[in-house]
């Protein structure tokens, strides 16, 4: 007998056998699911509160992915030996599990929700993402609360022109796309994927692909949930106030589709908030009793109602465009004297001033992972101030939204750097985001490409991205090109599609509606191209390509090759001898255990110099050859000459001159500098010397003529 009413569902998705358990762990959540992956397991937990906070306005969703160390078989670093602040992946991990739950919850629902998602075993080769949405999808459906869920997920690889569901990192490798793709089983939610500048119709089929193949796991959540669920929630939103709706949209409507003719952003913003302004003034002095929250929605609806309605009956955009025209772009170039490379790339209002600067091997990101540590040479890092929107606010570390918009534009990029081969340096991307008004993260996949080419990166391809939107009610739709801020705000659909001329490098979507059709995403996709390539062709006209000179700021690489048994004298003893070089040459020494050093100095003499001693402390005498030596030591038997810092062999006492050598101390003193040969090598590797094969032998007198007979 058992104190456990434990529910198990296994399925086969792809290569991977996937269990889900409920009932035996965290009983007290609102519901709980352990899944296991082929040997990556994840709990996952949820809770929900049962009344909403008073004077809630939004939905209080957080989710949090946690890798724990111990899942590895490791014991966290640091002095405190424990799991500490979020890692990069964590925080992208969480972004991905919120995208498509966030849209399933009916509107109006204001009760706090928090999913949890534990890493609690790791196999190496099974990335703990899929899982955790998979869990956190079965651990909403289980607990009963509001959710138009099950959510199914799925990773889609394509190698040798085949669609591989949830490969292994080592397929990733060869994989020319890692796509995740979430969804209902009617339709996709999100997708988040990086490619190698692969074709529309390619990508859009492992969109379809992936979809397809989560039913799998959505049947077996919906299996789970039969066997397993606790009882729905009896929740209903709450009723509308139809009398104070009707007195608000008499008194706002007129003055919010007329504050949405105003084209400029912050007028705009201003003239909306007068409306809230006087709506307030005037219900307050007609009597009226209302909520500010209340009214804040109210307000929201009518503006959403007047934008779209515009848009969907062919009228002009807020800010006067039609559905497909690009914001005016305007690029400058360099315009940071002392940086390696710098852009400022400017589309409507929305502004990022990039800059990309360029570093050795040690300036290589060290990135710890549950599946191992791992070097990473290029870095994105994207930041957005108050300023960029004319708000004050906080300006600390970077928020999840940042971080987020910063591995989007990395991901868009990184397909078209160089091999380190090619270009063997370190590169960091920043972008600073100085204004924003919609499609941030693109405008830094823009000014990054321009950013790397003026510092001399040679780029496969210029790279331009653009966010795409959607208006959609009923059956009828408008996709929205380079979307502003309020379109993305008010609209349903947020589609950043990133590319260069031959195809995608990056997508990302998100939907706040329940699912869209392969129909919209078709014509989402074509129109981007449009938009993709009128910005690329402005992007050529600033620069056709890498710049051939670089920065004189920017460090110089040089690379030379030892014997990998040498690189112990390289580095002397504690490290003593490589510190010495790189303090009295002001160079940057990398060594590499197969013997490949680069040298980085923006000084081609000082680069030189260092090259010079390097080759000092790592040559071998040869035997035949001549050298410039150094007497070190005075022997009894001969005297101890270097050749060159390092190398010194023996010069034997019969070896000075041609005629007898008495005393060594006669011919030589320790600091003289002499000519010697290197004759011969012993079997213990000893270099034998010699001065007198140098000089030439004296001619003996001339023999005495024999006596006549």
Not at 144 to 164: K, L, M, Q
Not at 387 to 399: D, F, L, N, W, Y
Not at 526 to 537: F, K, S, T, W
Not at 569 to 586: F, S, Y
Request: with cysteine; net charge negative; proline share 4%.
């Amino acid at each position: 007998m058992t104190m456990f009413n434990k529910v198990t569902k296994t399925f086969q998705y792809g290569q991977h056998t996937v269990t889900m358990e409920t009932g035996q762990i965290a009983r007290q959540a609102s519901g709980a699911v352990v899944l296991s992956m082929d040997e990556t397991v994840v709990l996952a937990t949820v809770v929900a509160k049962e009344q909403a906070k008073s004077g809630q306005d939004f939905f209080p969703l957080t989710v949090d992915y946690i890798e724990k160390v111990y899942a590895a078989g490791r014991i966290p670093g640091g002095f405190f030996r424990r799991e500490g602040r979020p890692s990069e992946k964590e925080t992208l991990t969480s972004r991905l599990i919120d995208r498509p739950l966030r849209p399933l919850f009916p509107e109006g629902f204001y009760n706090e929700v928090q999913v949890v998602v534990q890493v609690i075993s790791s196999n190496p080769e099974v990335n703990a993402d899929i899982p955790a949405l998979l869990a956190a999808s079965a651990a909403l459906a289980v607990s009963g609360i509001p959710f138009a869920g099950p959510v199914g997920a799925a990773r889609v690889g394509y190698i040798d022109g085949e669609y591989i569901l949830n490969p292994t990192y080592s397929q990733l490798e060869k994989s020319r796309m890692d796509l995740v793709v979430a969804g209902t089983e009617a339709a996709v939610l999100m997708v988040e994927s990086e490619a190698q500048q692969l074709s529309e119709e390619i990508m859009l089929g492992a969109v379809v692909y992936g979809h397809e193949q989560m039913q799998a796991a959505i049947d077996a959540i919906y299996e789970l949930v039969k066997d397993g669920g606790k009882a729905e929630w009896n929740w209903a939103a709450p009723a509308k106030n139809e009398a104070l709706i009707a007195k608000v949209s008499e008194l706002a409507a007129a003055p919010i589709a007329a504050a949405y003719q105003i084209r400029d952003k912050q007028q705009r913003t201003s003239a909306l908030r007068e409306v809230t302004t006087s709506v307030s003034a005037a219900l307050t002095e007609a009597g009226v009793e209302f909520d500010s929250v209340d009214l804040g929605n109210m307000l929201f609806d009518l503006e959403s109602n007047v934008v779209r309605s515009q848009i969907l009956s062919g009228q002009p955009r807020i800010d006067g465009r039609d559905t497909r025209t690009v914001r005016p772009i305007e690029i400058s170039l360099g315009v940071l004297p002392r940086t390696h490379g710098s852009a400022l790339f400017t589309r409507g209002e929305t502004q990022a001033l990039v800059v990309a600067t360029l570093g050795t091997k040690t300036d290589e990101q060290i990135v710890d992972a549950l599946e191992g540590n791992s070097r990473d040479r290029f870095m994105l890092h994207y930041n957005m101030f108050p300023a960029a929107t004319g708000e004050t606010g906080r300006v600390g570390s970077p928020k999840r939204r940042e971080i987020g918009h910063g591995r989007l534009a990395k991901r868009a990029l990184a397909a078209c750097l160089p091999s380190h081969e090619d270009f063997p340096y370190t590169i960091r991307v920043v972008s600073e985001i100085t204004e924003s008004n919609g499609s941030s993260s693109m405008a830094s996949v823009c000014g990054g490409c321009l950013s790397l080419m003026d510092a001399g990166v040679p780029m496969k391809a210029h790279v331009a991205g653009i966010a795409m939107g959607l208006i959609k009610d009923g059956g009828k739709f408008a996709v929205l090109t380079d979307i502003l801020g309020d379109e993305d705000h008010l609209g349903d659909m947020d589609f950043k599609v990133a590319g260069t001329v031959i195809g995608l490098t990056a997508l990302q979507m998100d939907i706040k509606i329940q699912g869209i059709t392969k129909e919209i995403m078709q014509v989402a996709l074509a129109q981007a191209r449009e938009g993709r390539m009128h910005i690329l062709g402005q992007m050529e006209a600033s620069i056709g390509g890498a710049r051939t000179e670089m920065s004189s700021y920017a460090p110089r690489l040089y690379t030379m090759k030892i014997n990998a048994d040498k690189i112990r004298d390289v580095i002397g003893k504690g490290g003593a001898t490589i510190r010495q070089l790189t303090e009295e040459t002001g160079t940057t020494i990398d060594i590499q255990e197969d013997g490949t050093i680069t040298i980085a100095s923006n000084d081609a003499e000082k680069a030189a110099d260092a090259q010079r001693r390097i080759t000092e402390l790592t040559a071998e005498i040869e035997v035949g050859k001549t050298y410039d030596g150094v007497v070190l030591k005075i022997l009894d038997f001969g005297a101890i000459v270097q050749c060159f810092p390092g190398k010194d062999g023996l010069l034997h006492i019969s070896q000075i001159a041609h005629e007898r050598v008495n005393a060594v101390s006669d011919y030589l003193k320790e600091g003289q500098h002499v000519k010697v040969k290197a004759t011969e090598t012993d079997d213990r590797g000893r270099v034998k010397l010699s001065m007198k094969a140098l000089i030439e032998r004296p001619q003996s007198p001339a023999a005495a003529p024999e006596q006549s007979q």
